[in-house]
Each structure stands twice: as structure tokens, then as C-alpha cells.
């Protein structure tokens, strides 16, 4: 372990006391790591960081415990970054014994009676939970049944914006392959999917869309090529994939308004709508985009049928930034009679088609409300895109309830960030815990209901959590310091979606995990390598005991540390 590159031996003590602790729990044994690098931990006003420069960034290689043998990733508040343990079914039972005494007293009736005053995930139920007597830890049962199985996994991915590319552009091209790989290499978070904007969106240095002029051209004469700016980022995602060794990655791409002459309102925002001579048109746009860029060797995977409609018709007070409005009315009819047929007709038919995009709170009336204006339509659709902004005020049952009316359906959220609301930090905390325990939290509980995946927001923004052309600023997974361009800082936020997107590769399957327990979480996957990945979160301030039961390997008891992430890897 060396963490004195950036002298800072407080934190190498205190890495190294953690691991003590660990070596002491948990028979700690590393696993050869070839391909593995440590944290370079910097604390910040909120909490942790690992640098990357040109010269170091942190990876994993990923574990591939034998049949007795089983891993355990851990990140936690207190400095571990997917810190790796080996432990093996049989024997924990005889090692960790240490403080059962008391723990084994708390059994579940006692839980379930403290987890009902405790309104699980907001953080006033941490306030809550400090209250009760830290000292006594908690042992908790999770229960694992293989032959229980429910959604597929797709993958996980995050937003190539104009942002996203410009500030690459920044980086000298050891730092930027360093972002490219600590996201899609399997080594990094093994990343498979990607979402990005044709033309413009709120997230560049300006809107913009192709064929701006001339105006009222329905031929869309002047979209010929590509735009300089795509031609940049066509090129930095093969750099992607390559320092990525990734063959498939899944591009879904998005457009956020069209040029002004096609709407009703002629402005890039406000309450505009498409008019209806341009519907063919700008089903067009769409086939023009995905040609452009298979003829680059960069096919488009998946297109939606625009990024938050509702934005251009009740939401424009809001939000200031390129949106086109839809009524579930007027984008049944141009689905059914324009896009849908448009690529279905076309070399691009394969191409799948996402509804929606929007937030929680549309699910299922917008479908319901199209299939009534166009019976038929939603076979256009492959799959349900969301966004998670308002998931605290509408609960995941509404997408259960969607996928039981429409099944069949990708589930796919397909936006996410923090500081986007009035009350929160527009920008980053940079090294906030409590921001990558609430985004944890959230890909759980969606992942327990029918999400097949999950595509962040920005991959990257600067210390500001820009730029963003109408300063929208929100908070990012990676943040690059723009101003030395010589660093970049993976924040907890990283790490909490590396706790499934890692581990819980395209192909998974989720399976039962039963856990009596609001403040400890978990869900459990089969991976095609038949091994199980159990992804366990712990938002209590202090360590609690997991008897973890698996209906085919029996028990082992894992001791967990407050407020700290783990994915547990056995066969
Ligand atoms: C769509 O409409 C048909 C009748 O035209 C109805 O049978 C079906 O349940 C509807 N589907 C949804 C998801 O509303
Ligand atoms: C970015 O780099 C500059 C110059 O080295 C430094 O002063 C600043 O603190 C860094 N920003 C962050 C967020 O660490
Ligand atoms: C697992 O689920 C199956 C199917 O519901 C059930 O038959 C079996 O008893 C369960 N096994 C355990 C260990 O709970
Ligand atoms: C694991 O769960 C099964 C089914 O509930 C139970 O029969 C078994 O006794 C449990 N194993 C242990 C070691 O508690």
C-alpha cells in the first residue's frame, strides 16, 4: 500500500488502521491484483476524494473468487475505496466471532419495532438512528434465494454531453484515458452504455441543433455530416473503447430540442411544440443522425423519443435550456405514423426506440394516453426511459405498474445527478459521502423494482459542475480540476454505482434477497459467470453484523463498518 505519493500520511495512517481492523475481521487476504491500483485519497471540505493524474488513477482488477471462496468489495465514509477481503463459507463462522455476545440479543422483532420509527432514506432518519445506543451493533439476516429470479440486466453507463467532451478536450491524453478507462474498463466501473445529445442540450457551451439553416427545410439539406463538435466526440469515444477494450458499447442517443424553425414557438425553450408540417422531418433528423454515425464506425444502439417533453409544455417556468414539448397525444401520432415507421422502414430497423425520458411522476398515464390516441403505437417502443429527479415523491411502483401494462419493456433510467434542486448545492460537494449513499440508495431501490439499468448524467464536470450554457450546475461522479488540468477527482459518488455497475455485468440476472432492515439494504444478482454479486449498503452511524444466508451455500456472518458499501462476489 502506498498512499504517501501525495505526502499526505495522516490518511496512509488511517487507511492503514482501517485495514488492521479489517485484517482482523475478516481473515483479510488481498487477491493478486495485476492490473490493480491503490486510491490516492485527498480530503476535501466534505469528505474524500482519489486523485488521478497523468501518472496514477486507482483500479480493480476484478475478483474471481474460487468455489469456497468468497469477496468482499468495500468502500465506506471513513477512506476504504473498493478494499478487497477474501473470506470463505465454513470458516467466518469461527473467526469473527468477536462481539456476538450482544449482537445475536437484537433479533429482528427489535428491528422491525426501531425501523418503523426510522423513515428508511432520508437523512433525517440518520438523526434518528444516532439516538439509538451505537454501542450495541445490530446483527441482521439477509437472506439469498438463487431460485427466486426477476429482471435481466442490461448495463450501466453515463452522458457524453458537450461538456462532457470539451472538458476532455482540456486534458492532456494520459489523464483523459484515465476517465475513459476508470469508466468502462472492467478493471474501472466496466461501464457499457452511453447517452448523448444530438445537437445540443443544456450541458455545452451554447444550444444548438443540425440544419439550424436554412430555415423551414424540411429536406434537411445542410445535414450532410457531421458537426464539428460530434466529430470531436466520435473521436473520443473510439479512444474510449479502446483504452476500454470495450467491443459493445451501447449508444443511446437523445435530442433535447429541435432547430427553431420546426417549432411552434421558434425558440429554443418555453413552451414550443413541433409543428406538425415538420413531423416526417424530424423523424428524419433522427434516421440522419444514427447514418452519420454508423458511417464513423460508431453505431447508435438506441434513440428516445426526446428528453423530457414535459418541459416544453408545464415545466418551462423552470428550466431555461433547449426542450421541445409533447403531449402524450401529439407523440403518439408522430411515433406512430412517423418515427416508428421511419427507422423500422429503414437499413437502421434494429435501432431500439426508448418512450418517454422523462420523470417518474408520467409513468403510465403517458403511455396509456398514447395507446388511447393510437392503439398500437407502443409496439413502436422498446423501451421505458427515466429519470430519477423526483423518486423521493413517486415511488418505484409506478414503474412496476408500467411494465405489468406494457410488459416486455427495457427499463432504463436514463438520467441522474444531484444539486439540481433548490436546497442543494448547485455544484459539487466534492467528496460528499452523504450524496453517494443517497444515489446508492436510490440505484437499489430501483434495481429491487424492474430498472434493467441505469445511465448517469455528466461524466465528468468541472469544480463548478459545469459548464452548462444557462448555469444549470449539478454535481458529477468525476470532477476535473479545470483549472490545473492536471487532475481529476473520482468522488464517492463513483464508487457508489461501481458497487453494482462493476460487479453487475450486462447479462445478470436479479434474484431474492430478503433483508428485514430499512437502514441496511441489499440486492442480489446472478452473473453470467453463475457467480452471485450481493450489493449491501450500510447508512447506520455505526457496524452492524450481516448473517448472510444463501439457500445453496448456507451461512456466512460478514461484520460491516457505519456508513460503508459492499459488494459480496462468491459462487
Ligand atoms: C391499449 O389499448 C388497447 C385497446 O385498444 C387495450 O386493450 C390495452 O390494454 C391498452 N394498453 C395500455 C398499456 O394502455
Ligand atoms: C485545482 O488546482 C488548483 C491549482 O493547482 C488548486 O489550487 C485547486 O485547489 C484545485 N481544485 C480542487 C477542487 O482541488
Ligand atoms: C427459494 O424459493 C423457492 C421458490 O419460491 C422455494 O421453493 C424455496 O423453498 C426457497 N428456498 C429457501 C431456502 O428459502
Ligand atoms: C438458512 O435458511 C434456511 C431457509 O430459511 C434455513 O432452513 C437454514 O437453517 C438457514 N441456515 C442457517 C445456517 O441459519
Redesign the pocket.
Known amino acids: 500500500m502506498n498512499y504517501t505519493r501525495d505526502g499526505n500520511r495522516d490518511i496512509a495512517k488511517m487507511f492503514n488502521k482501517l485495514l488492521f481492523i479489517l485484517l482482523l475481521c475478516f481473515n483479510y487476504n488481498k487477491f493478486t491484483a495485476g492490473a490493480s491500483s491503490d486510491c490516492m485519497p485527498r480530503r476535501t471540505k466534505y469528505g474524500l476524494v482519489c486523485v488521478c493524474t497523468a501518472e496514477h488513477c486507482d483500479y480493480l482488477e476484478n475478483p474471481q473468487p474460487s468455489s469456497n471462496e468468497i469477496a468482499l468489495i468495500s468502500s465506506s465514509k471513513e477512506g476504504l475505496r473498493f478494499a478487497v477481503s477474501k473470506l470463505s463459507f465454513g470458516e467466518i463462522n469461527t473467526k469473527t466471532q468477536t462481539n456476538t455476545e450482544t449482537s445475536l440479543k437484537v433479533d429482528e422483532e427489535d428491528f422491525k419495532n426501531s425501523a418503523v420509527i426510522v423513515d428508511s432514506r432520508q437523512t433525517f432518519a440518520q438523526l434518528l438512528l444516532d439516538t439509538t445506543d451505537r454501542l450495541t451493533s445490530r446483527s441482521l439476516k439477509l437472506r439469498v434465494n438463487r431460485s427466486v429470479e426477476y429482471q435481466k440486466i442490461a448495463g450501466f453507463g453515463g452522458a457524453f454531453t458537450g461538456t462532457v467532451s470539451h472538458l476532455l478536450g482540456l486534458l492532456d491524453q494520459k489523464l483523459q484515458d484515465h476517465i475513459y478507462k476508470s469508466y468502462y474498463h472492467k478493471d474501472g466501473v466496466g461501464f457499457n452504455m452511453l447517452r448523448t445529445p444530438i445537437g445540443g442540450c443544456d450541458f455545452d457551451l451554447a444550444p444548438w441543433a443540425y440544419n439550424e439553416e436554412p430555415r423551414d427545410d424540411p429536406k434537411l439539406s445542410n445535414f450532410k455530416k457531421l458537426d464539428p463538435r460530434d466529430e470531436i466526440k466520435v473521436e473520443q469515444m473510439q479512444r474510449l473503447k479502446t483504452v476500454s477494450d470495450l467491443k459493445d458499447l451501447k449508444i443511446m442517443a437523445v435530442a433535447w430540442s429541435s432547430p427553431t424553425w420546426m417549432k411552434t414557438n421558434g425558440r429554443w425553450t418555453g413552451i414550443g411544440l413541433l409543428k406538425t408540417e415538420y413531423y416526417q422531418a424530424w423523424a428524419d433528423y433522427h434516421l440522419k443522425f444514427i447514418e452519420l454515425m454508423d458511417a464513423k464506425n460508431m453505431p447508435v444502439w438506441a434513440i428516445s423519443t426526446g428528453n423530457e417533453p414535459l418541459n416544453g409544455v408545464v415545466f418551462f417556468f423552470f428550466v431555461h435550456f433547449m426542450s421541445l414539448g409533447w403531449v402524450p397525444k401529439n407523440q403518439a401520432i408522430w411515433l406512430n405514423d412517423f418515427l416508428g415507421p421511419t427507422i423500422r422502414k429503414s437499413k437502421y430497423k434494429n435501432v431500439l426506440i426508448f418512450g418517454n425520458d422523462d420523470q417518474r411522476y408520467s409513468y ?1 398515464s403517458w ?2 394516453e398514447m ?2 390516441t393510437r ?2 403505437v ?1 409496439n413502436y417502443l422498446d423501451g421505458l426511459a427515466v429519470h430519477w429527479y423526483w423518486d423521493d415523491m413517486f415511488a418505484p411502483n409506478l414503474i412496476d405498474l408500467t411494465v405489468r ?2 410488459p416486455g419493456k427495457m427499463v432504463l433510467n436514463t438520467e441522474s445527478c444531484i444539486g439540481d434542486k433548490p436546497w442543494q448545492t448547485h455544484g459539487p460537494e466534492l467528496g460528499s459521502w452523504e450524496r453517494g449513499e443517497y444515489f446508492a440508495r436510490d440505484i437499489l431501490h430501483n434495481l429491487q423494482h424492474s430498472y434493467n439499468g441505469w445511465i448517469d448524467w455528466n461524466l465528468v464536470l468541472d469544480e463548478q459542475g459545469g459548464p452548462n450554457y444557462v448555469n444549470n450546475n449539478v454535481d458529477a461522479s468525476v470532477i476535473v480540476n479545470a483549472t490545473n488540468r492536471a487532475e481529476i477527482y473520482k468522488q464517492p459518488l463513483f464508487y457508489s454505482m461501481g458497487h453494482f455497475s462493476k460487479f453487475v455485468p450486462e447479462g445478470s440476472v436479479r434474484i431474492e434477497a430478503r433483508m428485514l432492515s430499512l437502514a441496511v439494504e441489499a440486492v442480489a444478482f446472478k452473473r453470467p459467470d453463475q457467480r452471485i454479486a450481493v450489493v449491501l449498503l450500510n447508512s447506520e452511524k455505526r457496524a452492524v453484523d450481516v448473517l448472510l444466508n444463501d439457500s445453496v451455500r448456507g451461512e456466512i456472518k460478514i461484520n460491516i463498518p457505519a456508513q460503508s458499501w459492499h459488494t459480496i462476489v462468491y459462487n
Do not use: E, I, K, S
Open positions: 403510465p403511455f396509456v395507446n388511447r392503439p398500437g407502443l401494462q406494457l
